[in-house]
């Protein structure tokens, strides 16, 4: 059962320029992209990201194992730093990641948490049907947590998170849920580079 959290709005395509690399933090970007040269490097924030690159047709990707930080630390250590670096990234999303970086940051889409889940989902959280909740980021859980009522979160205790990243995972209040689980990043990095 589908039960999106947030509602995208993409920008208009960016225009390509010379950067040395282009830094994703979300799949969301990756539409803002679609004019580039598809062998400009792309270093996707994780494996899910990377594989939505490959699939847009770009060849030259790295993937960081999930996270801003884990992004942070592969740029690092292969040098794709400094001023000719471009952060594609989300309205409010990236600041810190881009100052560390000293790279330009370019918002290409905004992302607004729904404050409700459809009656549909609340009933089947109330009623046992849900044995797993899928989250994609961190807005996405917080999201999704903040639009139970009483009877959902203590509906939490028979359902598993699912999360893309351990980040996204250390949102959440591991107590309220049966398990909270993520995938293995080198699993992830395999799968994709």
């Known amino acids: 059962m589908a039960c999106p959290m947030l509602d995208i709005t993409t920008f208009a395509p960016i225009v390509p320029a010379p950067f040395q690399a282009v830094l994703v933090t979300s799949a969301n970007a990756l539409p803002a992209l679609r004019d580039w040269p598809k062998d400009r490097l792309i270093v996707a924030v994780g494996g899910q990201t990377a594989a939505r690159a490959r699939e847009a047709g770009f060849a030259n990707i790295l993937a960081a194992a999930g996270d801003a930080q884990a ?4 740029c690092r250590r292969h040098g794709i730093t400094g001023p000719d670096v471009l952060l594609a990234s989300g309205v409010g999303y990236g600041v810190e990641l881009a100052r560390e ?3 330009q940051r370019v918002e290409v889409y905004a992302a ?3 404050t409700a889940l459809p009656e549909d989902v609340r009933a089947a959280l109330r009623d046992n049907r849900v044995d797993s909740v899928m989250l994609y980021s961190g807005k996405t859980a917080e999201a999704f947590r903040d639009a139970l009522g009483s009877e959902e979160v203590a509906a939490l205790g028979r359902v598993r998170a ?3 990243s351990e980040a ?3 949102r959440l209040n591991s107590g309220e849920w049966r398990a909270v689980t993520w995938p293995d990043p080198l699993e992830q990095i395999g799968a994709v580079v």
């Not at 992004?71 to 592969?74: S, Y």
């Open 71 to 74: 992004l942070a630390g592969l």
């Open 101 to 103: 970086l000293n790279v």
């Open 112 to 114: 607004c948490k729904r």
């Open 162 to 164: 699912l999360c893309l």
């Open 168 to 170: 996204i995972a250390a």
